[in-house]
């Protein structure tokens, strides 16, 4: 199984909050570590108890050492964040050392004054974005600033802070981007968009008994026009294509443009097809960089063991590099630098 879509179900929500009034969808969430070491949650009270955990403490590790997904991140009193990267990491997570600032961003000490000059690209995405399983110079969030302090030179300098947290889905990004990326005052937000964000949650609402609870994957015993009545109801308004249309209205009021770029795995041209309504909706700026990545990797001939972590899709350093080096130059003919 693809390991993001793990991580969805690592942490799995089925939300019932007030959405203007009527009731909506408020939080369910399953937390797994990718060595089986997790909990099930029926409720967020439950999982950010949870958190207390003696495993989050920090001495708890792994048999390689590393510390497990419940000591690298916090509960959020946001019913849409739910939780965020704990401040001040320093410390061996995925295999790699990982450390966070003091707002949990596997970025640098930022400012929230932004200096003169500087052009400032807020990174919303899950675990590729954070940049799994390598180290953080190597991921594309810095590669890209590398980049684009490279390509373009009528800007003093380029900054891009990684709001990336593993396991989260487009909603969250969204609430994240509002509450703490727009602090930073970003002149641009780029959301990466991995295939598994339209992925249905774990566990559903038996529609029988309000008290139980029934995997999604049960969903096939019910009639069809049931079946998508239940999704449709409890993804109401946390979709990507409804969050995406939140976030351009955000962005619009703040004055930031905002970007979206699809992983391109072998299936993105489906994935841009689905978001496709986001075109006449928004003024979201789609970044298609799918068939320049193809063509690097026939060139140069490369494998999927150059591509992919072992026995693990998360992108290694070299596909980090070259998703990098393309968004930047992407975004650098966005903005017509020279």
């Known amino acids: 199984m693809h390991l993001e879509c ?12 007030t959405i ?34 003696p495993r989050g403490n920090g001495r708890y590790r792994r048999p390689d ?26 410390d061996n997570f995925t295999g790699v050392n990982v450390k966070t600032n003091s707002l949990g961003m596997r970025s640098p000490e930022r400012p929230t004054e932004k200096a003169p000059n500087v052009y400032r690209i807020a990174l919303m995405g899950d675990s590729f974005a954070f940049g799994w399983g390598v180290e953080q110079d190597k991921g594309f969030a810095q590669v890209m600033e590398d980049s684009l302090n490279s390509l373009c030179k009528g800007i003093n ?32 937000v780029l959301f990466f968009f991995v295939e598994n964000d339209f992925d249905f949650p774990f566990f559903i609402k038996d529609k029988s008994n309000s008290n139980a609870l029934m995997r999604s994957l049960s969903l096939g015993a019910l009639e069809g026009s049931e079946s998508q009545k239940v999704r449709r109801e409890l993804l109401r308004g ?25 992983n391109p795995r072998k299936n993105w041209r489906a994935i841009l097809k689905k978001l496709s309504p986001l075109r006449d909706k928004t003024s ?27 026995n693990d899709p998360h992108p290694t350093a070299l596909r ?9 130059q992407e975004i650098g003919q966005a903005l017509s630098c020279e």
Do not use: C, W
């Open 6 to 17: 793990l991580m969805k179900e690592k942490i799995i929500l089925i939300a019932f909050g």
């Open 20 to 53: 203007i009034g009527l009731l909506g969808a408020f939080g369910l969430f399953l937390l797994r570590s990718p060595h089986g070491e997790g909990v099930e949650f029926e409720n967020v009270d439950e999982f950010r108890q949870a958190l207390q955990d």
């Open 65 to 90: 050492g590393s510390l497990p997904f419940v000591a690298v991140i916090e509960s959020s009193p946001s019913d849409d964040i739910i939780y965020t990267l704990r401040p001040h990491l320093n």
């Open 157 to 188: 300098r380029f900054e891009v802070l990684n709001f990336g947290i593993p396991g989260y889905a487009t909603f969250q990004e969204v609430a994240l981007f509002q509450e703490r990326a727009l602090q930073f005052k970003p002149d641009a």
């Open 238 to 262: 946390r979709d990507p294509v409804s969050s995406f249309i939140k976030l351009d209205e955000v962005a619009r009021q703040e004055g930031v443009v905002a970007f979206l770029a699809v």
């Open 284 to 310: 979201i700026r789609f970044i298609e960089f799918g068939d320049k990545f193809e063509r690097i990797v026939a060139d140069n001939r490369y494998t999927d063991s150059d591509m992919n972590l072992p």
């Open 320 to 328: 980090h590099r070259i998703y990098g080096e393309l968004l930047a």
